[in-house]
């Protein structure tokens, strides 16, 4: 009886504006703070963005010799020019052949290289060891015997491309297709899937996600590569261009080759991670 | 078709023409881990559209078993005589669908140009209208049911099923027992369903087993009286 009516006189004190305070309603945050969040449109632009304000601020302050470093505005009108004479689009497109030549050699080379190295262990003792290997020593150094081999004409610059491409498609393709969980491979033993129809239908379905990170740190690869094949007794090329422009001091010229292949890689890189987007959509993680 | 030793089972071309010869027959089946004999000269035969379901504690030798049954036990050593038909289909406890194939894709997995019948497979196990949907948009009994339709579009003579209800929930798991009878019915194939739900086994099955130690410990037809208590006592589950 008595608890009723302490409790009931402390409903009383509670609701009278005398009483002591209620505690504050605890408003619950919604969950989801683990996750980064909802995606920022376009996103990948703003990193690039800071920079180039930066520096469009340091040469309008005179704060960047131009001698060293050309101004922004300086370097457009320089592709303004570029563009009419011909020239950048000449030597763009000898880059983007080189560049296309060695992925559409290298990848799938990569790709091939993984499968068999993936999937029987003969395969695996073959190939696993020269390219890991060939993962240890630098591409740059494997460059004068190329250039005995092959010459310095296209052939020696594909060939550098391509080599250095299929190494993280090999690597990311090889690393996916272990990774494939043994259960799907009991299934595809209790469906008597053939081995076309099971590399079809499970291995490179299910190697897809590592492909396509390699694919990433392939083009990327691609564009280095290219710098290092065109500064080498070229004579079209974006790196052939900028390696004149050293020779008579032309800042503005060199810093439009920069800017290009900067271009070229982050759209080639958002070029992949769109069809990874596409080729992936099945999958929940933690971007979605 | 008979193999010995290995445990690999090479499944020969089919026999449907003897039709009475689609039986299911397993003679000093042993398969050892080690040491540990998993299996124990173990016979059994399953006749045609029989429904057996097989109890046991974990480490009964139940999944073993139906590995065996199922040619995934090639890891395994030991010998014995397995006749099974060649069609063999199998439920595992996970629905076990790709990801990265539609719904649709997963019931015809290796049947090229069987769409058709993929589809119809679908409408029967309730999942019309679902053909082109991801695996992972599906619920667990969802996905479960297609792998049940995977597993009928290929008209199997011996459905194998891992104790395939046991990550549902318990209404789910009443649901899918009366689909599964009704696709037995319409179906007929002989099943060999493990499990360690004594209610399910009696609802399901027209012939229970208990599995210990390797051996069949008990055997009683599901119209039996008492049939739940003498399952439960062959368990080591006494009845208060």
Request: aromatic share 4%; net charge negative.
């Given at each position: 009886m008595t608890t009723l009516q302490e409790s009931a006189a402390a409903a009383a004190s509670a609701l009278s504006p005398a009483g002591p305070p209620l505690p504050a309603p605890v408003r619950r945050a919604r969950r989801g703070t683990l996750r980064p969040g909802a995606p920022i449109k376009f996103g990948f632009l703003i990193g690039p963005g800071l920079i180039l304000a930066a520096w469009v601020i340091g040469s309008a302050a005179g704060l960047i010799d131009p001698r060293f470093l050309s101004a922004p505005w300086q370097v457009v009108a320089t592709t303004v020019e570029l563009i009419e004479s011909g020239r950048l689009q000449q030597n763009l497109l000898a880059s983007v052949q080189r560049v296309a030549l060695g992925l559409g050699f290298g990848v799938p080379i990569g790709v091939a290289l993984a499968v068999v190295s993936g999937l029987s262990r003969v395969g695996e003792a073959l190939i696993d060891g020269p390219i890991q290997l060939k993962r240890s020593i630098p591409s740059l150094a494997l460059l004068p015997l190329l250039i005995l081999w092959l010459g310095i004409g296209e052939g020696m610059k594909v060939t550098i491309i391509a080599l250095g491409v299929m190494i993280p498609i090999y690597i990311h393709t090889h690393n996916g297709l272990r990774s494939i969980d043994s259960r799907y491979i009991e299934l595809a033993e209790t469906v008597s899937l053939s081995k076309v129809q099971f590399i079809r239908t499970v291995v490179l379905p299910g190697a897809l996600p590592g492909f396509l990170l390699g694919m990433r740190f392939a083009v990327t690869i691609s564009w280095l590569f290219l710098v290092v094949a065109e500064l080498i007794n070229s004579t079209a090329g974006i790196g052939y261009m900028m390696d004149l422009a050293r020779t008579y001091g032309q800042t503005d010229i060199i810093l439009v080759g920069l800017v290009l292949y900067g271009l070229l890689g982050l759209f080639s890189d958002a070029a992949v991670r769109l069809v990874e987007r596409k080729a992936l959509s099945w999958r929940k993680t933690l971007a979605d | 078709m008979a193999q010995d030793a290995g445990g690999l089972i090479t499944q020969a071309p089919a026999v449907s023409s003897q039709a009475p010869q689609l039986r299911i027959r397993i003679r000093n089946l042993t398969r050892t881990y080690?040491?540990?004999?998993?299996?124990?000269?173990?016979?059994?035969?399953?006749?045609?559209?029989?429904?057996?379901?097989?109890?046991?504690?974990?480490?009964?030798?139940?999944?073993?078993?139906?590995?065996?049954?199922?040619?995934?036990?090639?890891?395994?050593?030991?010998?014995?005589?397995?006749?099974?038909?060649?069609?063999?289909?199998?439920?595992?406890?996970?629905?076990?669908?790709?990801?990265?194939?539609?719904?649709?894709?997963?019931?015809?997995?290796?049947?090229?140009?069987?769409?058709?019948?993929?589809?119809?497979?679908?409408?029967?196990?309730?999942?019309?209208?679902?053909?082109?949907?991801?695996?992972?948009?599906?619920?667990?009994?969802?996905?479960?049911?297609?792998?049940?339709?995977?597993?009928?579009?290929?008209?199997?003579?011996?459905?194998?099923?891992?104790?395939?209800?046991?990550?549902?929930?318990?209404?789910?798991?009443?649901?899918?027992?009366?689909?599964?009878?009704?696709?037995c019915l319409a179906h007929n194939p002989a099943v060999l369903l493990v499990t360690h739900d004594v209610d399910e086994a009696i609802a399901l099955a027209d012939r229970v087993l208990v599995l210990d130690n390797g051996r069949i410990a008990a055997e009683r037809r599901s119209d039996e009286q008492g049939i739940r208590d003498d399952l439960l006592r062959a368990l080591g589950v006494t009845a208060a």
């Open positions: - | 080690g040491e540990r004999a998993v299996l124990d000269d173990l016979d059994l035969d399953i006749r045609p559209g029989e429904f057996v379901a097989l109890l046991g504690h974990s480490g009964s030798g139940k999944s073993t078993l139906l590995r065996a049954l199922a040619g995934l036990d090639y890891d395994v050593s030991g010998h014995g005589e397995l006749d099974v038909p060649a069609q063999v289909s199998v439920v595992f406890q996970d629905a076990r669908l790709l990801p990265w194939q539609k719904v649709l894709d997963n019931v015809v997995l290796g049947l090229p140009g069987a769409e058709d019948r993929g589809r119809r497979a679908l409408e029967e196990v309730g999942l019309k209208g679902r053909e082109n949907a991801w695996p992972n948009e599906l619920s667990g009994g969802e996905q479960q049911r297609v792998a049940l339709a995977r597993s009928l579009v290929r008209e199997p003579e011996l459905l194998l099923a891992d104790e395939p209800f046991g990550a549902l929930d318990a209404l789910t798991r009443l649901k899918m027992h009366a689909l599964l009878k009704k696709l």
